[in-house]
């Protein structure tokens, strides 16, 4: 059962990630004017925190060919809702080429809706990490294009990663994500991210997290949205003493977005 939840939960995450989650964001106030994603949210796929799989796997190695894994299980997401999921993955390993991953499989959702999920991906490396190049594509029962995410990634050992992601819509339009990751010399952690909408504009996010001795860490993120408005995210996860944790976020606001105005018309003479 546990060789089956990877697979599972990535059909299921590659779904529920497709297009950034601003939730908390939104819900300060910040987030007015980034759009898009729909499509990747539909049947329910928009739920984060898988909290259980229940599934089979079948695992087998063929030589020159590599490692197939198939998955047929169920997740259940935070709202009791259940996603039925099954695929296959093969890895294999070229000389030259690197590490080569492949999953397809199929995604249905509480509301009956079928997505057929098309994984690819290459990873090679760069001699003191590693680059990797991935591209996920999303159908729906009808056989159209829900989606497609893109994403390449570019990680130095000890020193931190850059990862750009593209998402393309069924209608062409198409959203950015630019992140970097760069570890600090106190052990901390700075990510910088811009995400760039279908209209061109832009929202970043910088955030610094420290990570505690005893267990959790602490985040602190600077948000300004494509309209201008700015404010603060601050989370910290604590470790409790009987082994779970505590998770703790606040969101202010710190300047409030301009006030669009109509110009009044000319006087008629």
Same mark, same amino acid.
């Given at each position: 059962?546990?060789?089956?939840?990877?697979?599972?939960?990535?059909?299921?995450?590659?779904?529920?990630?497709?297009?950034?989650?601003?939730?908390?964001?939104?819900?300060?106030?910040?987030? !007015? !004017?980034? #759009?898009?994603?729909? /499509?990747?949210?539909?049947?329910?796929?928009?739920?984060?925190?898988?909290?259980?799989?229940?599934?089979?796997?079948?695992?087998?190695?063929?030589?020159?060919?590599? $490692?197939?894994?198939?998955?047929?299980?169920?997740?259940?997401?935070?709202?009791?809702?259940?996603? *039925?999921?099954?695929?296959?993955?093969? #890895?294999?390993?070229?000389?030259?080429? !690197?590490?080569? +991953?492949?999953?397809? /499989?199929?995604?249905?959702?509480?509301?009956?809706?079928?997505?057929?999920?098309?994984?690819?991906?290459?990873?090679?490396?760069?001699?003191?990490?590693?680059?990797?190049?991935?591209?996920?594509? $999303? &159908?729906?029962?009808?056989?159209? =294009?829900?989606?497609?995410?893109?994403?390449?990634?570019?990680?130095?050992?000890?020193?931190?990663?850059?990862?750009?992601?593209?998402?393309?819509?069924?209608?062409?339009?198409?959203?950015?994500?630019?992140?970097?990751? &760069? %570890?600090?010399? *106190? /052990?901390?952690?700075? %990510?910088? %991210?811009? $995400?760039?909408? @279908?209209? !061109?504009?832009?929202?970043?996010?910088?955030?610094?997290?420290?990570?505690?001795?005893?267990?959790?860490?602490? #985040?602190?993120?600077?948000? &300004?949205? @494509? %309209?201008? =408005?700015?404010?603060? $995210?601050?989370?910290?996860?604590?470790?409790? @003493? *009987?082994?779970?944790?505590? +998770?703790?976020?606040?969101?202010?606001?710190?300047? @409030?977005?301009?006030?669009? &105005?109509?110009?009044?018309?000319?006087?008629?003479?």
């Amino acid at each position: 059962m546990r060789k089956a939840f990877p697979l599972g939960l990535a059909l299921v995450f590659v779904v529920a990630s497709a297009y950034p989650s601003l939730a908390q964001f939104r819900r300060g106030g910040f987030g !007015g !004017g980034f #759009r898009g994603g729909a /499509g990747f949210n539909r049947g329910g796929f928009g739920q984060r925190g898988i909290s259980n799989f229940n599934g089979t796997t079948t695992r087998s190695y063929t030589p020159g060919e590599g $490692i197939t894994r198939t998955t047929d299980g169920s997740a259940t997401g935070p709202r009791g809702n259940t996603f *039925d999921v099954n695929g296959t993955t093969t #890895r294999s390993y070229t000389p030259g080429e !690197g590490v080569n +991953r492949t999953t397809t /499989g199929t995604v249905t959702g509480p509301g009956g809706n079928t997505y057929d999920v098309n994984r690819s991906a290459n990873t090679t490396s760069n001699g003191n990490g590693f680059d990797r190049t991935s591209t996920s594509t $999303i &159908t729906n029962s009808a056989g159209q =294009n829900v989606g497609t995410k893109t994403t390449t990634t570019d990680y130095t050992k000890g020193t931190g990663y850059t990862k750009d992601t593209t998402f393309t819509g069924p209608n062409g339009k198409t959203t950015t994500v630019d992140s970097s990751v &760069t %570890k600090n010399t *106190d /052990g901390s952690f700075t %990510k910088d %991210k811009t $995400i760039t909408g @279908p209209n !061109g504009k832009t929202t970043t996010v910088d955030s610094t997290l420290t990570r505690n001795p005893e267990g959790g860490f602490t #985040r602190d993120s600077s948000v &300004t949205g @494509p %309209k201008g =408005n700015s404010g603060t $995210i601050d989370t910290t996860v604590t470790k409790n @003493p *009987d082994g779970g944790f505590t +998770r703790s976020t606040t969101v202010t606001p710190t300047t @409030p977005a301009p006030t669009e &105005t109509t110009p009044a018309p000319s006087p008629t003479p």
